[in-house]
Structure formats: structure tokens, C-alpha cells
Nanobody, 123 residues
Framework: QVQLVESGGGLVQAGGSLRLSCAAS????????MGWFRQVPGKEREFVAA????????NYIEPVKGRFTISRDNAKNTVYLQMNNLKPEDTAVYYC????????????????WGQGTQVTVSS
């Protein structure tokens, strides 16, 4: 498994931007599909975006399309989530996740997780 550490969360006004980062340990980062999920209290963890091994394929949930961009730098063992035009409904704890396989957009499809970073969007 790979160890993941998120950073970059915080408090921002609606319409603002944040960039989340997720640093991975190990020498095999480029062999992992990377994803971002989010969770609010009382709700299940929700898939947000994923990027494949070389960054050529991405997938997003509909509510964030056109506002969020997932990217990765395999030389730095890091995946990013650029979040623009943030809305109050984006408020959640955001988690980075990793797995070997492409195509499963659920919590069960990812085997490694970070500890999460809080994103709060005020109206």
C-alpha cells in the first residue's frame, strides 16, 4: 500500500479557490490510480474525481465538472485537486485515495486513504 498525506484545505468564501495536494510515499506512485473523495457528517463518502496512472484520463462527478481539476506529478509523487468557483455545498472533509485499477468510482474501489483535509466554503 501507499501512504497518503493531504494538505491545502481551509476556509474560503463562495466563489473562491483552493488547491488540495496529496503527497504519496513509495517508489510506485505512477502505478496507482488516484482519486479524491469528500464526506460531510452523516453522509457517505462521495467520489469527486479520479486520474489514471499517466494523467491522460480523468473522471469527475457532475456537480464539480468545469470547476475542479485533478492532476498529478509523478516525479513529485503528488496529486492535486484545483477547486475553483467554490460553493457552500462543496464544504466537506476531502480525502485522497489510491488504487491499482481504473474504473471503480466508489469508496470500495480504493484501497489506500489519507487522513483528510477540511474544506469550508462560506456563503
Amino acid at each position: 500500500q501507499v501512504q497518503l498525506v493531504e494538505s491545502g484545505g481551509g476556509l474560503v468564501q463562495a466563489g473562491g479557490s483552493l488547491r488540495l495536494s496529496c503527497a504519496a510515499s513509495g517508489r510506485t506512485f505512477s502505478s496507482y490510480v488516484m482519486g479524491w473523495f469528500r464526506q460531510v457528517p452523516g453522509k457517505e463518502r462521495e467520489f469527486v474525481a479520479a486520474i489514471n496512472w499517466n494523467g491522460e484520463s480523468t473522471n469527475y462527478i457532475e456537480p464539480v465538472k468545469g470547476r475542479f481539476t485533478i492532476s498529478r506529478d509523478n516525479a513529485k509523487n503528488t496529486v492535486y485537486l484545483q477547486m475553483n468557483n467554490l460553493k457552500p455545498e462543496d464544504t466537506a472533509v476531502y480525502y485522497c485515495a489510491a488504487d491499482r485499477y481504473w474504473g471503480t468510482w466508489s469508496q470500495a474501489g480504493f484501497g489506500s486513504w489519507g487522513q483528510g483535509t477540511q474544506v469550508t466554503v462560506s456563503s
